[in-house]
């Protein structure tokens, strides 16, 4: 099946277009495919806006819908996904309707509208809907720049572990977050990729079958933010206490948490998640942090340069990987 790249943004319209660049001088050769793999299908859903919006956020809105609508995909297909506010469709003269397709060929570009704006939390949980098993997909927020080497790393990551069982998802990021005090170290590992308890939000890539079950759990949750999503060990959990409406720490009690099990039981999933940290200091995705739920601050870019071109770290897939738990202490135990 093709890979979707799922682009989330509302109205950072500069933001999405650095990252649609990087994503259209993406290396889409893929070294896992025989015979090759069908073209990528590339999904931007942009979220709604309030109505009583100022209007400098209406015209970066409006302006963010067009460069999504406009922006010519070369390597796959393309659907644009519209969470509307409000009647009629900025580009269009056509009125807004739940999930309707109100414009555009599919071969060429869709827009679909939802009502109301979600915010970041419902964005990540309205992103990806697996349909089987093997499906893949990489959620991005808009905020990113991608190596051009990703895509090839990403896919024979999950050639070499996806049948793994221990593996909740992969992320594209370097991971620097004790999730015990949620201070920053810096990790190296330059013997190939490694699992870490936490996953990593930019960029990542979360496995078919545990997302859509952590889909289904999400959506028979009456409230979320009434939903106890406390894990023993993890600083995550205070943080998740202050800003409820973030999306983490559910995936994160999801995966660890007691309780979390089939049927309510106390087991636990024991999901990792798959990192590689190159050598070189690299990143396969760098982070602009721009003003928004992540940070408050100033667009600055993560020191982290953007890999161009590969290095040996990227190329090994060993058989075992190294395990590390909340504070990135290695932990013992069987290959799964």
């Not at 995550?236 to 409820?244: D, F, G, L, R, V």
Request: proline content about 7%; glycine content about 8%.
């Amino acid at each position: 099946p093709p890979i979707r790249i799922v682009v989330l943004t509302q109205r950072r319209h500069r933001s999405l277009e650095r990252l649609l660049r990087s994503i259209d001088a993406t290396d889409f050769a893929d070294p896992t495919a025989a015979t090759g793999r069908p073209e990528p299908h590339l999904v931007v859903r942009v979220d709604g806006i309030n109505e009583d919006a100022e209007a400098d956020v209406v015209a970066d809105h409006d302006a963010t819908i067009k460069l999504a609508h406009d922006f010519d995909f070369r390597h796959g297909t393309k659907e644009v996904i519209v969470r509307g506010s409000y009647p009629p469709c900025p580009i269009i003269e056509t009125q807004m309707r739940d999930r309707k397709v109100c414009c555009g060929p599919e071969d060429a570009g869709r827009w679909e509208c939802g009502r109301g704006a979600g915010g970041l939390r419902a964005a990540w949980f309205e992103a990806w809907d697996p349909s089987f098993p093997e499906e893949r997909a990489v959620i991005l927020e808009d905020d990113m720049d991608l190596s051009p080497l990703w895509y090839r790393w990403l896919m024979r990551a999950w050639e070499a572990y996806g049948e793994r069982t221990d593996i909740g998802g992969i992320s594209l990021c370097r991971q620097r977050l004790n999730a015990t005090d949620r201070s920053k170290v810096e990790v190296r590992h330059d013997d190939g990729p490694f699992l870490y308890r936490v996953h990593g939000s930019f960029g990542f890539s979360p496995k078919a079958k545990h997302w859509a079950e952590f889909l289904n759990w999400t959506r028979s949750v009456e409230d979320l933010r009434d939903a106890d999503v406390f894990v023993e060990g993890t600083g995550t959990s205070i943080t998740h206490m202050h800003n409820p409406d973030s999306w983490e720490q559910y995936y994160i009690w999801w995966c660890w948490g007691k309780g979390a099990g089939i049927k309510g039981d106390e087991k636990i999933r024991g999901l990792y998640t798959l990192y590689v940290h190159p050598a070189s200091g690299g990143t396969l995705i760098k982070h602009w942090a721009e003003p928004g739920v992540h940070s408050q601050t100033v667009a600055e870019a993560e020191t982290d340069p953007r890999l161009n071109k590969t290095e040996p770290t990227l190329e090994l897939f060993p058989k075992h990987l190294d395990r590390f738990g909340w504070s990135f202490t290695p932990e013992e135990g069987p290959t799964k």
